[in-house]
């Protein structure tokens, strides 16, 4: 969804290097949300925000933080990257607790 | 390819025919459940949801089944075309006891359309 967008879209890092993953969204949505998909998982909830002043963890949050610069901007950080956080990086917003539309996602490869 | 799929369950359908995709939910307080559709080097893509008052939603070629006594949803494509070649899973969404939402996705069916 154009709506929705993701940079980078690959990233390749060595382990122990701090990286930034960008998602900006033009959708108006106050809510924001990072997840990870991992072959044969479902997607799986890192921090999600819901406004500016608002950042929530979510089931797997070790490992990252999160900044909410602005309604339409919400970016995801690896302290400290690890080979296990090698994993498909998705962004999404939503206007109320139901449906949420996707960035196009970052693949992160941590060597 | 996606190697998010690698390890998915594939339904193989014949083009023009129709598909049926299930999907198990965990939470009988789910209250909302969505189908996406997600093609090769994409975000998920919502195709349909329903509420949990209704059993059945329509939308353009797809329907959307509820049976909450067994919970379990399904996904049904009607003229199976080859752009609905892709991964198909769903999510439940419930109010949590501290007052925000949680969001369950399924691991994912691949769905692939034979010509």
């Known amino acids: 969804d154009a709506d929705v967008t993701q940079t980078p879209r690959n990233r390749i890092t060595k382990t122990g290097k701090r990286i930034m993953l960008e998602c900006s969204q033009t959708k108006g949505h106050d809510r924001m949300y990072w997840y990870r998909q991992d072959p044969g998982l479902g997607l799986r909830l890192i921090y999600y925000?819901?406004?500016?002043?608002?950042?929530n963890k979510g089931e797997i949050s070790d490992g990252y933080s999160v900044s909410r610069q602005a309604q339409a901007k919400f970016s995801l950080s690896l302290e400290s990257a690890i080979p296990n956080q090698t994993a498909l990086y998705f962004c999404?917003?939503?206007?109320?607790?139901?449906?949420?539309?996707f960035g196009p996602g970052t693949r992160l490869l941590v060597l | 390819g996606e190697s998010v799929g690698l390890h998915l369950p594939t339904l193989s359908v014949q083009e023009g025919d129709n598909s049926i995709i299930n999907c198990a939910y965990s939470?009988?307080?789910?209250?909302?459940f969505i189908w996406y559709k997600q093609e090769s080097g994409k975000g998920p893509q919502f195709i349909i949801d329903i509420r949990s008052n209704m059993d059945k939603r329509q939308g353009q070629r797809v329907t959307v089944l509820l049976n909450k006594t067994v919970k379990h949803l399904s996904l049904q494509i009607a003229a199976t075309q080859p752009g609905d070649s892709a991964v198909y899973f769903c999510a439940e969404n419930w109010a949590a006891t501290s007052g925000t939402y949680k969001y369950i996705f399924g691991t994912g069916t691949r769905l692939k359309v034979l010509a």
């Open positions: 939470n009988s307080a789910s209250d909302y």
């Open positions: 925000s819901f406004d500016v002043k608002d950042i």
């Open positions: 999404a917003t939503s206007r109320d607790q139901e449906t949420q539309y």
